[in-house]
Nanobody
Framework: VQLVESGGGLVQAGGSLRLSCAASGSTFSINAMGWYRQAPGKQRELVAGITSDGGSTNYADSVKGRFTISRDNAKDTMSLQMNSLKPEDTAVYYC??????????WGQGTQVTVSS
């Protein structure tokens, strides 16, 4: 499974960005997916997760009500709509997929920078 993120960039506080993750390869084996982020000097943390059918989602408390995760299995894509962005949202955002055997695959990451 290969994952490629896109959509990162520089935005002012209060603005919005939409991240996308395109999956390729053995996409039929993908189960749950999620978005993680890692800020400088901090550990990578879960931002949002979504089940295989998209029927259930979960969010970090810090992004609840501002971020929305979604996926389109027909197109092998996952998205993260980020609204009301804050400077503390600045980080490298990673797409992650869990396959049926339990292995995790990661994208290369996309930088999100929120200026105050």
């Amino acid at each position: 499974v290969q994952l490629v993120e896109s959509g990162g960039g520089l935005v002012q506080a209060g603005g919005s960005l939409r991240l996308s993750c395109a999956a390729s390869g053995s996409t039929f084996s993908i189960n749950a997916m999620g978005w993680y982020r890692q800020a400088p000097g901090k550990q990578r943390e879960l931002v949002a997760g979504i089940t295989s059918d998209g029927g259930s989602t979960n969010y970090a408390d810090s992004v609840k009500g501002r971020f929305t995760i979604s996926r389109d299995n027909a197109k092998d894509t996952m998205s993260l709509q980020m609204n009301s962005l804050k400077p503390e949202d600045t980080a490298v955002y990673y797409c992650m997929a869990i396959v049926r055997l339990g292995n995790r695959y990661w994208g290369q990451g996309t930088q999100v920078t929120v200026s105050s």
